[in-house]
């Protein structure tokens, strides 16, 4: 089972800031990764897969990078909406589809 | 547009039984892998289980194997969760989603279940 790894824990961040999130894996996923948003009381929603490309709808300030082992979720300027949990997700070598633990995006 | 709706959650008793449901709308249900994905109160998100698009082809997480069966019934855009022997540890909402080339790109609004005496 690939294990994910996300870090920070949590991230406190002031609006209009950039906030950058890693993921690590604990083997080669080459850029098969998605990432995940998550508010309180909702449904987790999808916005990146392949490590680098925007869902339908997500806004451009966010952006995707990385393959292999090592990946960046990079939110440019944050909005009052986006803070929120997210969570990486492997599909390299599944089942089992394995998420990292998410990393909470606070205000500062 | 796509819409997945659980229903089935509540409250049991440690060793009973729930089955919840995934009702599902705007694809072509039978084309695509389906799964469960589940929360515990507080913590991160887990997978469960999935179906393929066919129901021949089922996967489950070692966590529930052997307690947990899922199905689908593509004559009624509908999938399935049917929870034996329930635990306290399986407290969690459960989200059924749709999957495309691996990636979950569509996610119900989840249902809570509630294990405790």
């Known amino acids: 089972e690939i294990v994910m790894t996300q870090s920070p824990a949590t991230l406190s961040v002031s609006p209009g800031e950039r906030a950058t999130l890693s993921c690590r894996a604990s083997q080669s996923v080459s850029s098969n990764l998605a990432w995940y948003q998550q508010k309180p009381g909702q449904a987790p929603r999808l916005l990146i897969y392949g490590a680098s490309t925007r869902a339908t709808g997500i806004p451009a300030r966010f952006s995707g990078s990385g393959s292999g082992t090592e990946f960046t979720l990079t939110i440019s300027s944050l909005q009052s909406e986006d803070f929120a949990v997210y969570y990486c997700q492997q599909y390299n070598i599944w089942p089992p589809l394995t998420f990292g633990g998410g990393t909470k995006v606070e205000i500062k | ?117």
């Open chain 2, 1 to 117: 547009e796509v819409q997945l709706v659980e229903s089935g959650g509540g409250v049991v008793q440690p060793g009973g039984s729930l089955r919840l449901s995934c009702a599902a709308s705007g694809f072509t249900f039978d084309d695509y892998v389906m799964l469960w994905v589940r929360q515990a109160p507080g913590k991160g998100l887990e997978w469960v289980c999935l179906i393929s698009g066919d129901g021949g082809s089922t996967y489950y997480a070692d966590s529930v194997k052997g307690q947990f069966t899922i199905s689908r019934d593509n004559s009624k855009n509908s999938l399935y969760l049917q929870m034996n022997n329930l635990r306290t540890e399986d407290t969690a909402f459960y989200y059924c989603a749709k999957e495309t080339q691996g990636r979950l790109d569509h996610w119900g609004q989840g249902t809570l279940v509630t294990v405790s005496s």
